[in-house]
């Protein structure tokens, strides 16, 4: 950090909704009546250099940043309002949700400075917007608030009341992929039964739960010589049975075989699971989380630098069927490992125990299940156990 950075405390805000054609100096010559202007920067396309419409506006105190906001916000420039709010240095803060309220059945006539009026008298606001097309306003809107308890009352005290003639719904904001994950979630009928023998057909998978209610269907598994694969499905007609099938069975021993009973995965949410272990894969550069022992990831280290996320991919498919692969990188360029992320925990250790010590382009592969933290944690602790009792305690003096 610089001197000048250490002295001067810098108030920064986002300016958004900005016409295509608003330059630095244009924002200067408006903003500079607020107060002292450190810095501007209009955000551009990096290829063609087309403004994004937002821009950063540094000032060198919190006062003036403030008082900017009162002058400027929704204050009409080049035929567009202007939405300015402080810019959040804290990504986790942005990125959270916590604090974030959703409004829809909104007016067309409500626009942001009408929302941001209407609930500003609840707190310390971030951000809010209407949601809005060529046509205008799409009913909808969203205002982030500083703190998640003036979220909280904002939606006890709103929630269903009229503005401008019209109920509105004022809730939690909801993430994308949440809301997806809960709409999979409701009133399952499908379940997944795996760990038993193969002595275990359709008939008898059907027989064991059958008792439960309807079946619509009940299907083993099983590979191309005929041959069970040790898990199945069993679909019912009505849900409540399914919920009771997998109460009262998982866990139950079959055969000597302890069975494992759980609600069947929809498309959505495998799709949702490979989602989120890739962007998990993608976003660990040095570290790599999993839920328990039994891992379904791969950790792949000293690969040749030519080997990629689709080459790291093919060489690992014979092993059983792959979600997602991906070389971790920086600046374009290989950093020697990477992550596999197979679809069950069997396929992942068969891999494991195969290609560990194997030859990659002339490089040998050192490759083990992916650890959680806390086994990393502990196999850390283990070893310098061990080299504690295996070595005689040195005293320097």
């Given at each position: 950090m610089s001197i000048a950075a250490e002295v001067l405390p810098v108030a920064s805000l986002y300016v958004g909704d900005l016409h295509p054609d608003v330059t630095e100096k244009m924002l200067y010559e408006k903003f500079s009546t607020c107060g002292t202007i450190i810095s501007i920067r209009v955000c551009r396309d990096m290829v063609k250099r087309r403004s994004l419409g937002y821009a950063y506006i540094n000032f060198q105190s919190d006062s003036d940043a403030k008082l900017a906001m009162e002058r400027m916000n929704f204050a009409n420039f080049m035929g567009r309002?202007?939405?300015?709010?402080?810019?959040?240095?804290?990504?986790?803060?942005?990125?959270?949700?916590?604090?974030?309220?959703?409004?829809?059945?909104?007016d067309k006539d409500i626009d942001n400075r009408a929302l941001y009026d209407t609930f500003s008298l609840f707190g310390d606001i971030l951000s809010s917007k209407i949601v809005s097309d060529e046509n205008g306003s799409k009913g909808y809107g969203f205002v982030h608030f500083e703190s998640e308890e003036d979220a909280r009352n904002c939606i006890e005290k709103t929630n269903g009341m009229l503005l401008n003639g019209k109920k509105v719904f004022v809730g939690k904001f909801v993430p994308h992929r949440e809301r997806n994950r809960n709409k999979a979630y409701r009133g399952f009928t499908n379940i997944y039964i795996k760990n038993f023998s193969d002595k275990l057909n359709d008939e008898s998978l059907r027989k064991l739960f059958e008792k439960y209610g309807a079946i619509v269907s009940a299907k083993v598994m099983a590979d191309n010589s005929g041959k069970s694969k040790g898990f199945g499905f069993v679909n019912?007609?009505?849900?409540?049975?399914a919920e009771k099938a997998v109460r009262e069975m998982n866990g139950v021993e079959i055969n000597g075989k302890e069975l494992y009973v759980g609600r069947a995965q929809t498309k959505l949410e495998r799709l949702l699971a490979i989602k989120d272990k890739c962007h998990t894969l993608k976003g660990s550069q040095n570290k790599i989380e999993t839920e328990s022992t039994d891992s379904i990831i791969v950790y792949v280290k000293n690969l040749d630098a030519n080997i990629d996320d689709v080459l790291l991919k093919n060489y690992f498919a014979k092993f059983g069927k792959i979600d997602c692969a991906k070389v971790m990188t920086q600046n374009g360029r290989s950093n020697g490992f990477g992550f596999v992320s197979f679809s069950t925990p069997e396929d992942a250790t068969k891999a494991a125990r195969a290609m560990n010590g194997k030859i990659l382009n002339s490089k040998k592969l050192y490759v083990s299940l992916a650890l959680s933290k806390e086994e990393r944690k502990a196999q850390l602790s283990n070893s310098l156990l061990q080299k504690l009792h295996s070595k005689p305690t040195q005293l320097c003096f």
């Amino acid at each position: 950090m610089s001197i000048a950075a250490e002295v001067l405390p810098v108030a920064s805000l986002y300016v958004g909704d900005l016409h295509p054609d608003v330059t630095e100096k244009m924002l200067y010559e408006k903003f500079s009546t607020c107060g002292t202007i450190i810095s501007i920067r209009v955000c551009r396309d990096m290829v063609k250099r087309r403004s994004l419409g937002y821009a950063y506006i540094n000032f060198q105190s919190d006062s003036d940043a403030k008082l900017a906001m009162e002058r400027m916000n929704f204050a009409n420039f080049m035929g567009r309002p202007l939405r300015i709010m402080q810019w959040q240095r804290d990504p986790s803060l942005r990125k959270s949700g916590l604090g974030n309220v959703f409004i829809k059945n909104l007016d067309k006539d409500i626009d942001n400075r009408a929302l941001y009026d209407t609930f500003s008298l609840f707190g310390d606001i971030l951000s809010s917007k209407i949601v809005s097309d060529e046509n205008g306003s799409k009913g909808y809107g969203f205002v982030h608030f500083e703190s998640e308890e003036d979220a909280r009352n904002c939606i006890e005290k709103t929630n269903g009341m009229l503005l401008n003639g019209k109920k509105v719904f004022v809730g939690k904001f909801v993430p994308h992929r949440e809301r997806n994950r809960n709409k999979a979630y409701r009133g399952f009928t499908n379940i997944y039964i795996k760990n038993f023998s193969d002595k275990l057909n359709d008939e008898s998978l059907r027989k064991l739960f059958e008792k439960y209610g309807a079946i619509v269907s009940a299907k083993v598994m099983a590979d191309n010589s005929g041959k069970s694969k040790g898990f199945g499905f069993v679909n019912f007609t009505d849900s409540q049975d399914a919920e009771k099938a997998v109460r009262e069975m998982n866990g139950v021993e079959i055969n000597g075989k302890e069975l494992y009973v759980g609600r069947a995965q929809t498309k959505l949410e495998r799709l949702l699971a490979i989602k989120d272990k890739c962007h998990t894969l993608k976003g660990s550069q040095n570290k790599i989380e999993t839920e328990s022992t039994d891992s379904i990831i791969v950790y792949v280290k000293n690969l040749d630098a030519n080997i990629d996320d689709v080459l790291l991919k093919n060489y690992f498919a014979k092993f059983g069927k792959i979600d997602c692969a991906k070389v971790m990188t920086q600046n374009g360029r290989s950093n020697g490992f990477g992550f596999v992320s197979f679809s069950t925990p069997e396929d992942a250790t068969k891999a494991a125990r195969a290609m560990n010590g194997k030859i990659l382009n002339s490089k040998k592969l050192y490759v083990s299940l992916a650890l959680s933290k806390e086994e990393r944690k502990a196999q850390l602790s283990n070893s310098l156990l061990q080299k504690l009792h295996s070595k005689p305690t040195q005293l320097c003096f």
